[in-house]
């Protein structure tokens, strides 16, 4: 297994919280990437990242923020956590470069609950 | 602008029989295809990938897919499920951009004994 771990990897909060979740990779990866899956959609993409303090927005980023101070840690922060953020939330990385082989590696996952 | 659909939600089939989960995809450029799968509360596993090589491609566990550009279509097979194959499998797309990785909404397989 690729060497990323997410934590926590369980978390219930309350509406209007603020909540971090981290993911921590030993690969050396340039590229680290957020998702949200939930029932019937699959996982969507919330953020990424290309490199230290460079970030991009996915197709769900409204509510979310991200920041990479070291190549091996990639944080996702929901400044005000909402019912709708309950999801499980992955953390993926990539060995992009030249070509289109954009195969990933993925995490084990954090279920977050916002009351 | 790319797409992926998984023709089908959820598929039965019985244990040492065939699997078959669908996938066509929409890209505007050559893409790159994969299929990842995901047993209950675990992460996502790369089952295997196509990259403009071999058209047949073999992955993990004895799954194979074609891709056929005529089709548009990457088909996910398997000759003989087994119990262990229970699990989502999800079909991606990627056209090269960073951001432009589209996930299937996936297909729930279910092996019956």
């Known amino acids: 297994d690729a060497g990323i771990t997410q934590s926590p990897r369980h978390k219930v909060t309350e509406t209007g919280t603020p909540v971090t979740l981290r993911c921590h990779q030993t690969e050396n990866h340039r590229y680290m990437y957020w998702y949200r899956q939930d029932p019937g959609h699959g996982l969507r993409l919330i953020h990424y990242s290309y490199g230290v303090k460079d970030t991009d927005k996915g197709e769900v980023s409204d509510g979310y923020s991200v920041s990479r101070s070291k190549t091996e840690d990639f944080l996702l922060t929901l400044e005000s956590a909402t019912s709708s953020q309950t999801s499980v939330y992955f953390c993926?990385?990539?060995?992009?470069?030249?070509?289109?082989?954009?195969?990933?590696?993925f995490g084990p996952g954090t279920r977050l609950t916002v009351l | 602008a790319q797409s992926v659909t998984q023709l089908d939600s959820h598929v039965s089939v019985s244990e040492g029989t065939p699997v078959l989960l669908r996938c066509n995809y929409s890209?505007?450029?050559?893409?790159?295809l994969f299929w990842y799968v995901q047993h209950p509360n675990k992460g996502l596993q790369l089952l295997l990938k196509y990259t403009s090589a071999a058209t047949l491609v073999k992955g993990i566990n004895g799954f194979e897919a074609e891709f056929k550009k005529s089709e548009t279509s990457f088909h996910l097979t398997k000759p003989s499920a087994h119990m262990s194959d229970a699990a989502e499998y999800f079909c991606?797309?990627?056209?090269?951009?960073?951001?432009?990785?589209?996930f299937g909404k996936g297909t729930r397989l279910h092996i019956l004994p």
């Open positions: 991606v797309v990627s056209d090269g951009g960073d951001d432009k990785i589209i």
């Open positions: 993926a990385i990539s060995r992009t470069g030249e070509s289109l082989v954009y195969e990933q590696f």
């Open positions: 890209s505007s450029y050559s893409p790159s």
